[in-house]
Structure formats: C-alpha cells, structure tokens
C-alpha cells in the first residue's frame, strides 16, 4: 500500500504545483486517511518541498480501525501536549523554503486559518479546494474490496435481525443490535447512526430511532452501513411484520421498487448525474408523490458516508467507472409510514458485467 499513498501524494502534488503552490496542508481527516494510511486524532498532512509529514499532536496509538501510517512517511509529534498540528505543519513548511502553502479552507476554521497565518507570516496562503475529494471519488480495487467486504458484513447483520422476533422490541433497541451485529461481524464500526423506523415513522430519511415497539402490520425499514478498514457502505430495506401486506403497502413497495430499480439502471461511465436522479425520481413524481421526496437519489460512498458525486437534480458532472454510489429513492406518508430501498454498487461498465451490486439482501416485500 505504501507506492498507492505514494502516488496519491504525488497527484495531489501535481495539482497544487500547477496552482503555483508547491507545499500543501492537509487537515480533513478523511483526506488525510487517504493520503497517509491513517488519521490520528488532531492529525494533519503536510506535502512539504523536501519531505512530507504526518504531524501528530500526541504520541501515535496502536488502533488498527484508524489504520496505519505509510511506512514511507515520517511521523512528527509535537514535543509538547495541547499544540495545533496544523499551526505546528504551517511552521515546518516555512523551514523548508516554501513561500506558498495550499490549506483546505473548508475544513479550517477561521481562528485555526488566521493562526497558520500568524506563525508563517512569509508564505502565502492558498486554498486547496476539494481538490483531495475529487482525487477520491473514483476507488482502487482494493478500496472497492473493503466497500464489499463491509457490505457483506451489513447484510449478514441484517439476516440474522430478521430471523429473530422483532413484535414488541423498540427501535432504539433494534439498532442498538444490529450496530452490536455488526462488530461481532468484523465491521470497524457502524458506518453511521443505524436507523429503524415502525409504523408510521417508516420511510423516514435519516429517521432516528424511538421507544416505539413494533406491532403487528406495520411497515419496518432499516437503514444501516459497516465500516470495514475505514471504509463505509450503506444498506436500506423495507419489511411488513406479522401478517400479509395491506394492497396500500404493497402498492407503495412496488412504486419505490421500480424507482429505485430505474436509478440502478442508469449507472454507468458518462451518465449525468441528474440522469440518475431523474429516472428514479419518474416514477415517484408520475405516481404524485412530486412533494415530499428526499433531495437527492444517492450519493458517493467511501472514507466517508456522503461523499461527492450527488445524485441529485441539479449535480453537475458524468459518472465514471469504478465510483461507488447508492441508490435510495424513499417515500413517506405523514401519519401511515412509507418505503425507503437503499443499495451500494460500484459503476462499471457494461463490459464488465453494469452496474457491480454489493448490498445483496433481497428486495422482495417479506411478511417478518
């Protein structure tokens, strides 16, 4: 893995030198995991003229979930606690001749920007952008391995829930066990806060889990995602308990199955991204659910739960191969509950068999 970081460093490089800033100041900690293996807490990345750095606040802890270091870069803490890495990078830049230094202003504050400022009054402060976004959203083969090794880990938790007896247990403690499910599985961690929704908190997006208790009839949906070696995928399902589903539940689950699948069938190299949004949005909008819906289809996936590309109706940009996205068209109708199906895949081309699947538990509306 260490010529992989070696060669992301050296992209980004390239793009700052072509900014005429040759040393840049990596501070999101999803854009320093990518660039130097791992992300200690406090943790900055310096692109230095002579060398690049980790800088770490505090002595480094053996936590395998945060990764590791590249062996190739050389960590540098801080002699004394309590001191800002960035602050403390801004100043070896300085040291090392630079006269320029690109910094993530989105991810700065303003004190910590004006304090890089103070300590290196002599270099000019650029902003870097998303140029470290832009470099991420299309992923290695290995970065898709971890995608799918934790996809595979959120649909065994998810199996094992739904054979379990669920009338009578509240949300908060079926997400409770599922994110338990997960690390007994091998999953870092959640990928981000499980949600269960009952009746008619169903189809909710983003839906946080209550003391509502499960009852017969209702409408269950399950929205959650494994992170597997820092990377984080995300699987949604919808499920009736107990008894046959109502015409009225069936009616909505096949509408969201449909839009869903029409989303799917979109990904591919050189699709818009609005392409996608608005194949699945068709089906919701012609059967009159226009008002209500969610403000994007799917989003990139990676280091972190929502990264770019955006499926949504004003995203500018074309898919490309080998970007992993979901799919996540839901409905909700006050007062009665609603639908969410939400899947990772990776984009492939049609060569490569479309759009590559990783979230496998089925679609099918199940009676639990």
Known sequence: MSEVYAT????LRERCQAGGSPSALISRP?????????????????????????????????RPAEGRPDDAL??????????????????????????????????????RHRAVA???PRLRLADLGGAVEQLRVVKDEEEISCLRIGAEIADQALGELLE??????????????????????????PAFATSVATGPNSGRRGHRPTDRRVEEG?????????????YRCEIGRTFVIGTSPADWQIELYDLVFAAQRAGREMLAPGAAYRDVDRAARQALDSAGYAQGLPPLTGHGVGLEID?????????????????????????????RGGVRIDDTLVVRPEADGGPELLTITTKELLAL
């Open 8 to 11: 992301r460093r050296t992209r």
């Open 30 to 62: 999803a854009n320093v995991r990518y660039l130097a293996g791992a992300a200690p807490q406090g943790a900055v990345l310096l692109l230095g003229r002579r060398e690049d750095l980790l800088v770490c606040p505090g002595p480094l802890e053996d």
């Open 74 to 111: 050389r960590v540098h803490v801080l002699p004394a606690p309590g001191g800002d890495a960035a602050v403390a990078a801004a100043d070896l830049a300085q040291e090392q001749g630079a006269d320029a230094l690109a910094v993530e202003e989105h991810h700065l504050t303003v004190s």
């Open 118 to 120: 103070s300590v290196a």
């Open 164 to 189: 379990s007896i669920l009338v009578g247990r509240t949300e908060r403690h079926l997400a409770l066990e599922l994110e338990r499910r997960l690390v007994d599985h091998g999953a870092d961690g």
């Open 218 to 230: 209702d409408f269950l949906s399950v929205c959650l995602g494994a992170t597997y070696r820092g």
């Open 307 to 335: 990264e770019d590309p955006q499926l949504a109706p004003s995203a500018m940009g074309k898919l490309d191969a080998c970007v992993p996205v979901t799919v996540e068209p839901g409905v909700h109708l006050p007062g």
